[in-house]
């Protein structure tokens, strides 16, 4: 199969969260199965430095932005073979210090620099001339890409079109803009309607990719089912519910060439199932580096991520001062907004040998935070996936999840299955709730056996990407078949 995929960010190349590994691990996996697979993305400052065998293609791009023209060229790099990345340099759009936002606030023509990358990806999906049969695009940003690529066969004579595909990542985030962006498209206005890519007189990246895409695919078959209730489709589950034969939720790999505990550039102790003393090691390297004290008894808990609503940080934060009391640590990565980080510091403040907070984004951490801990809290209101639980699982980390979308999914509790049991989950939005997990996770804690067992079936777990790339797979051959 000859497949084009297309993101805002893409690992290693680019990262704000689980979308880039997702897109990254997708493409290595297509192009290992024996697929050619071509990844379209910006080309983000620092890129060229870190990555210095891309080339320059010779290959201007000239798209219509309204009324003006605006160029681009592209460079591309093979970092292994049938696997092409191709950048789209633009650096009025794409070289800033950060993907979307400044200051905590969205750039305001986010929209204008993804309705520019969509029209890239439907651009080299054209002119390409290895002639991708199947365009795959993930979240809102190249969402409208489906809506260009129809557009073009119907209208503008593109004889053989290639399908696509959506993925939606995260329903809440839809790309929805004033009308007014709507111009760059240079699309006619026919398509802006109820059934297209207008939401309450808004542009609706995200709708337009659900109406225009032939096959929707979510992160977790639960998410799949959510998203087509009114409580988790963020106003999109009627049209969802109306595509339901085309929405498939697969759940995401892990890639294990990165996210493992034995060949680890990030951990200082190499630990696996069998010879578990170099996590304990690893868990007092991370008790010094955040200036806790050093005590493999003292059971740890952890937590990676975006502070933003979706996480359940409003609950983290008063759960875990009902049990400060307690002999426990906690540790939090995470950037977000103003008003979680400072609740954040203020618990650290407090409890200084109890509590240690990074704001910010650190690259290896995460893997000394997974290494590290005895349990992963992951309390989310909605998780389309999660790829921290699945990491956590293979790091011997016992994750406590609440039980929506990809967590349900992916972690097993001891009252679901004992035999299988890998984790700790609960149900209600609360924090009495979320407490009486965390309270559970301290009894398991004192019962080495069990911890084990729960450790064991999770460090064993097998979330490869090879399977979930056959997946993906046998979702373009129907497409290609239809
Ligand atoms: P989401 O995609 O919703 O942000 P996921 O759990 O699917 O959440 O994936 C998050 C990914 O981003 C993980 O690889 C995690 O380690 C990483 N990550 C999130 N926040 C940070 C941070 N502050 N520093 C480093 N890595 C982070």
Request: hydrophobic letters at 40%; proline letters at 6%; charged letters at 20%.
């Amino acid at each position: 199969m000859k497949i084009l995929l297309a993101c805002s960010e893409v690992f290693p190349y680019s990262k704000t969260g689980g979308l880039a590994d997702m897109v990254g691990a997708l493409a290595k996996a297509l192009a290992a199965a024996g697929h050619q697979t071509g990844v379209v993305t910006p080309l983000y400052p620092g890129i060229r430095e870190r990555f210095p065998k891309l080339r320059q293609l010779d290959w201007q791009m000239k798209l219509p932005m309204g009324s003006l023209s605006v160029s681009a060229e592209v460079y591309v790099l093979h970092p292994q073979p049938r696997l092409t990345c191709y950048f789209i340099q633009q650096p009025h759009y794409y070289a800033r210090k950060s993907l979307y936002q400044t200051n905590g606030e969205d750039y305001p023509d986010n929209p204008e620099r993804f309705i520019f990358l969509s029209k890239a990806v439907a651009h080299l999906a054209r002119y390409l001339p290895w002639q991708p049969e199947l365009v795959h695009v993930h979240d809102w940003q190249v969402g409208l890409t489906p809506l260009l690529i129809r557009h073009q066969e119907w209208r503008e004579g593109w004889g053989r079109a290639p399908k696509t595909c959506l993925t939606l990542h995260n329903l809440a985030y839809q790309g929805a803009c004033p009308a007014v962006n709507y111009q760059f498209t240079n699309l006619p206005w026919d398509y802006f309607h109820i059934e297209g890519a207008e939401f309450f007189g808004q542009l609706n990246f995200v709708k337009a990719g659900i109406s225009f895409a032939d096959e929707i695919t979510t992160v977790s078959p639960r998410y799949a089912r959510e998203i087509q209730t009114e409580e988790f489709g963020a106003g999109l589950d009627g049209l969802l519910r109306r595509r339901e034969d085309a929405v498939i939720g697969i759940l995401n790999g892990v890639d294990y060439t990165e996210w493992n505990t034995t060949h680890n550039p990030n951990l200082k102790h190499p630990y696996n199932l069998r010879n578990l003393t170099g996590k304990t090691a690893n868990k007092k390297e991370l008790q010094k580096y955040l200036g806790l004290p050093v005590s493999a008894k003292t059971p740890m808990f952890g937590n990676i991520g975006r502070l933003v609503e979706q996480k359940g940080i409003d609950l983290l934060i008063p759960a875990l001062e009902s049990v400060l009391t307690e002999p426990i640590q906690f540790v939090s990565l995470g950037a977000g907004h103003s008003k979680f980080e400072a609740a954040l510091s203020d618990l650290a403040r407090r409890f200084p040998d109890k509590v240690a907070v990074r704001l910010g984004y650190e690259e290896g951490l995460p893997h000394q935070i997974e290494a590290g801990c005895d349990f992963y809290l992951m309390p989310s209101r909605f998780e389309p996936c999660g790829l921290n639980q699945l990491y956590s699982l293979h790091y011997g980390t016992i994750p406590i999840v609440r039980s929506v979308g990809g967590l349900d999914d992916s972690v097993i509790d001891l009252r679901e299955d004992p035999i299988r049991a890998n984790g700790i989950k609960f149900s209600a939005y609360s924090v009495p709730a979320l407490a009486q997990a965390i309270r559970k996770a301290l009894v398991l804690f004192e019962v080495p056996t069990l911890m084990h067992h729960l450790r064991q079936n999770g460090m064993q777990a097998q979330f490869s990407w090879k399977v979930t790339a056959e997946k993906y797979l046998a979702v373009y051959q129907k497409v290609l078949d239809s």
